[in-house]
């Protein structure tokens, strides 16, 4: 109710807003956002629902589905386990691994409307999933929870899939320095890692953002980045990578506010 007044707020004062999950994919430019940002924090319901089914509300983190899962021994997400973020922006971003996205456990989404009038409930069948976005929504819609499908397993299975996704993910990804996530879309048949990695991006710096070392499809801080560094190393990976090869490397990472 809280959220639906919000919106309506927003709406009858043409004042934008835009849904954050937990940022961990999102670079906002250095001039800040304009309007109203909402925040799911207080969503976080997590229960599991007859017929093999688990129902979490957006503002869940992953962290809590990883432990709630393995305590309960429900197999299915474990791909997810350490993917940083909320279920909403899970959803938002179709969200995964090369062998699995969050869209192959989806039965079913609760969306609000932008301007906070109606709540539909979508079935997978209406969920228009593409690699690293769900689209058709109206822009501004907010996600609000979703119902998994999963499996019965043990505990043990789970937390031991749970354990081999987080330590291969540990050898390859720069999990101790703040990023803003993949920063590239992978093109098809290829990686953006191994295409920054040949193009000589690797360790590449302009003011305070770096092609992190450890893989370079993440954009490390190295400590006093602003996002207008952040912004001209992706433009400058890309023309880079264009004129060695002739593909346009695609932002994965949502950049959103305005300019400084
Ligand atoms: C170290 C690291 C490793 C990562 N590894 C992976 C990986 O293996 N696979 C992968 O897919 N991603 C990966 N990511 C990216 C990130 O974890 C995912 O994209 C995750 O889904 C982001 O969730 P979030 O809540 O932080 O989303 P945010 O960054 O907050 O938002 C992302 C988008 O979702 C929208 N959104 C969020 N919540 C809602 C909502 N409730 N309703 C409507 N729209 C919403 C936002 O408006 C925005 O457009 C990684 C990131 C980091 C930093």
Redesign the pocket.
């Known amino acids: 109710a809280e959220l639906a007044w919000l919106l309506g707020l927003c709406r009858e004062h043409r004042i934008p807003h835009?849904?954050?999950?937990?940022?961990?994919?999102?670079l906002v430019r250095d001039g800040g956002l304009d309007g109203v940002v909402?925040r799911?924090a207080k969503?976080r319901g997590l229960a599991e629902r007859p017929g093999s089914r688990l129902r979490a509300e957006?503002?869940v983190?992953?962290s809590q589905v990883t432990r709630f899962c393995s305590g309960r021994g429900l197999a299915g997400l474990e791909f997810?386990a350490?993917?940083?973020?909320?279920?909403?922006?899970?959803?938002?971003?179709?969200?995964?691994?090369p062998e699995n996205?969050?869209e192959s456990r989806v039965d079913e989404v609760e969306?609000m409307s932008p301007s906070g009038a109606a709540i539909r409930h979508l079935p997978r069948a209406d969920l228009r999933f593409v690699y690293?976005a769900?689209r058709g929504?109206a822009p501004g819609?907010?996600?609000?929870s979703a119902l998994f499908s999963v499996t019965l397993s043990t505990p043990d299975a789970v937390r031991h899939e749970v354990d081999r996704q987080l330590s291969r993910?540990a050898g390859t990804?720069?999990?101790n320095v703040?990023?803003?996530?993949?920063v590239f879309k992978n093109p098809p048949g290829d990686h953006a890692g191994r295409l920054l990695e040949a193009a000589g991006l690797k360790g590449h710096r302009i003011g305070g953002a770096e092609f992190s070392t450890v893989h370079a499809n993440?954009i490390a801080n190295t400590g006093n980045a602003t996002a207008s560094d952040v912004l001209a190393l992706i433009e400058h990976a890309q023309k880079t990578v264009h004129s060695q090869t002739r593909i346009v490397l695609v932002p994965?990472?949502?950049v959103?506010g305005r300019p400084a």
């Not at 350490?82 to 691994?97: D, K, T």
């Not at 703040?178 to 993949?182: A, E, K, L, R």
């Open positions: 835009h849904v954050l999950g937990s940022g961990f994919n999102t909402v799911l969503l957006a503002g983190s992953h997810c350490g993917i940083p973020g909320s279920v909403g922006g899970w959803l938002a971003m179709n969200a995964g691994v996205e969050i969306v690293r769900l929504l819609s907010v996600l609000l993910r990804q720069p999990l703040p990023t803003c996530g993949s993440f994965e990472v949502r959103v």
